[in-house]
């Protein structure tokens, strides 16, 4: 991936977010141990850190690894994630954001692998928002290649270990790129509330 607008993407993912009701906060998601607001608060913190990893402003936020940050969500989050997404956006729609060296999850790496990551991380969270909330979920058809791309080298990657979601999950050669990403991510296709 060398750049792409990821604005559509973090379009669906507000659409998403905002259709979110309080009664569903609580419920579960495909993403292993994390409620819709641990979701909706990972989702806050990561494009706070990615916007900031694009304009290459390291420092806490991008030094913070995933595992180890708070992902509790504050009262003001319908606002601010929102916000926080449309600044990711604007952040990678600068050519400059996908060339030399960044950091994210306190990892150093080329703007263009960050790049893909965070298509990776706002195509598979949305599905598993959409998912916990019984919403419909079609990704943006560039970010959605982006992660399938960067998931399948991840998988293909010897050193691999579980990935970054867990063991690949089996799905048809024939099946919706959708699908094959999110079962690429470790989460299973079917998965249902």
Same mark, same amino acid.
């Given at each position: 991936?060398?750049?792409?607008?990821?604005?559509?993407?973090?379009?669906?993912?507000?659409?998403?977010?905002?259709?979110?009701?309080?009664?569903?906060?609580?419920?579960?998601?495909?993403?292993?141990?994390?409620?819709?607001?641990?979701?909706?608060?990972?989702?806050?913190?990561?494009?706070?850190?990615?916007?900031?990893?694009?304009?290459?402003?390291?420092?806490?936020?991008?030094?913070t690894r995933p595992d180890s940050a708070s992902w509790d969500l504050d009262p003001g989050w319908r606002e601010r994630l929102p916000a926080a997404l449309d600044e990711l956006a604007a952040a990678w729609r600068d050519p400059a954001a996908w060339t030399g060296d960044t950091r994210a999850g306190g990892v150093d790496l080329?703007?263009?692998?960050?790049?893909?990551?965070? /298509?990776?991380?706002?195509?598979? +969270? %949305?599905?598993? #928002? @959409?998912? =916990?909330?019984?919403? &419909?979920?079609?990704?943006? !058809? /560039?970010?959605?290649?982006?992660? +399938? %791309?960067?998931? #399948? @080298?991840? =998988?293909?990657?010897? &050193?691999?270990?579980?990935? !970054?979601?867990?063991?690949?999950?089996?799905?048809?050669?024939?099946?919706?790129?959708?699908?094959?990403?999110?079962?690429?991510?470790?989460?299973?296709?079917?998965?249902?509330?």
């Open positions: 991936m060398t750049t792409a607008d990821l604005g559509p993407q973090t379009a669906v993912v507000t659409r998403l977010a905002g259709a979110v009701t309080e009664e569903q906060l609580t419920a579960a998601t495909p993403c292993p141990g994390c409620s819709v607001r641990d979701l909706l608060g990972h989702l806050l913190g990561l494009s706070v850190a990615f916007r900031d990893a694009a304009r290459k402003e390291l420092g806490p936020t991008t030094d080329p703007g263009a692998v960050a790049g893909a990551v965070v /298509a990776d991380e706002l195509v598979i +969270h %949305g599905w598993d #928002l @959409a998912r =916990a909330t019984g919403q &419909d979920y079609t990704p943006d !058809p /560039a970010a959605l290649t982006a992660a +399938h %791309g960067f998931l #399948l @080298a991840a =998988a293909e990657d010897p &050193d691999r270990g579980d990935g !970054p979601f867990g063991p690949v999950v089996a799905v048809p050669a024939g099946a919706p790129l959708l699908d094959r990403a999110v079962g690429l991510s470790g989460r299973d296709p079917g998965w249902r509330p």
